[in-house]
């Protein structure tokens, strides 16, 4: 199973990471975990590559993590939030069709 946490501050994500892997099909033929992984990594490569700001991130095998705080965002609050909460209604979604592969949790940071 893949566990996704979620953190936000002030009601946007400030931060993101998953750890293991869905395990819904053989290495190499896991459509959820192609899911997941393109969900991910598609607002880290916006960020980085489109809106040029990059974050604190670390990608391993079967671990991603996130990190956009204490960051100057160059005025792209906008775009960065646009890109993020794209990404947590996806993952939402596809917690509803594969609840037994993938696990979100959200959290709230002080």
Same mark, same amino acid.
Request: net charge negative; with cysteine.
């Given at each position: 199973?893949?566990?996704?946490?979620?953190?936000?501050?002030?009601?946007?994500?400030? !931060? %993101?990471?998953?750890?293991?892997?869905?395990? %819904?099909?053989?290495?190499? @033929?896991?459509?959820?975990?192609?899911? *997941?992984?393109?969900?991910?990594?598609?607002? &880290?490569?916006? *960020?980085?590559?489109?809106?040029?700001? *990059?974050? !604190?991130?670390? $990608?391993?095998?079967?671990? &991603?993590? $996130? =990190? #956009? !705080? +204490?960051?100057?965002?160059?005025?792209? =609050? !906008?775009? *960065?939030?646009?890109?993020? @909460?794209?990404?947590? #209604?996806?993952?939402?979604? #596809?917690? +509803?069709?594969?609840?037994?592969?993938?696990?979100?949790?959200?959290?709230?940071?002080?």
């Amino acid at each position: 199973m893949t566990t996704i946490q979620i953190y936000t501050k002030n009601g946007s994500i400030v !931060r %993101y990471q998953a750890t293991g892997h869905a395990e %819904y099909a053989n290495h190499g @033929e896991d459509i959820v975990c192609a899911a *997941i992984s393109t969900n991910l990594q598609f607002p &880290l490569a916006g *960020i980085t590559e489109i809106l040029g700001i *990059i974050p !604190r991130f670390e $990608v391993q095998e079967g671990n &991603l993590s $996130v =990190d #956009l !705080r +204490k960051m100057d965002l160059q005025g792209k =609050d !906008r775009e *960065i939030n646009i890109l993020l @909460e794209s990404m947590r #209604l996806m993952l939402r979604e #596809l917690t +509803k069709e594969y609840p037994k592969y993938l696990k979100l949790v959200e959290k709230e940071e002080k």
